[in-house]
């Protein structure tokens, strides 16, 4: 499964991370353990979880008219779905 659309928060961040772990057929431990970290940081990530960071970042956005847009590829080369927060017209 591979998935595309904008981040206007960090539970969509979290959703689009979750997938792209998914997809390259990842275990939470796995990446903990690729990225030297532990499951508690990556699952805080992947279940959306707002930090002063990621608030502000996000904020900062709202504020500038920044929009961020995240892709995953896909192994498969199958078709592309949004599973991303959907734009507000």
């Known amino acids: 499964m ?3 659309g904008e981040v206007r ?3 969509a961040l979290g959703r ?3 997938q ?3 997809v390259s057929g990842l275990t939470q431990r796995d990446l ?4 030297e970290t532990d499951q508690k940081y990556i699952w805080a990530l992947e279940s959306g979880k707002n930090t002063i960071i990621l608030e502000r970042i996000f904020a900062i956005m709202r504020e500038t008219g920044v929009r961020m847009y995240m892709e995953i ?3 498969l080369d199958e ?3 949004d599973i991303a927060e959907e734009p507000n017209g």
């Not at 903990?32 to 990225?35: A, C, G, N, P, V």
């Open 2 to 4: 591979t998935a595309r």
């Open 9 to 11: 928060s960090a539970e």
């Open 16 to 18: 689009m991370l979750q």
């Open 20 to 22: 792209g772990r998914l």
């Open 32 to 35: 903990t353990e690729r990225l």
């Open 73 to 75: 590829d896909d192994p």
């Open 79 to 81: 078709p592309l779905h």
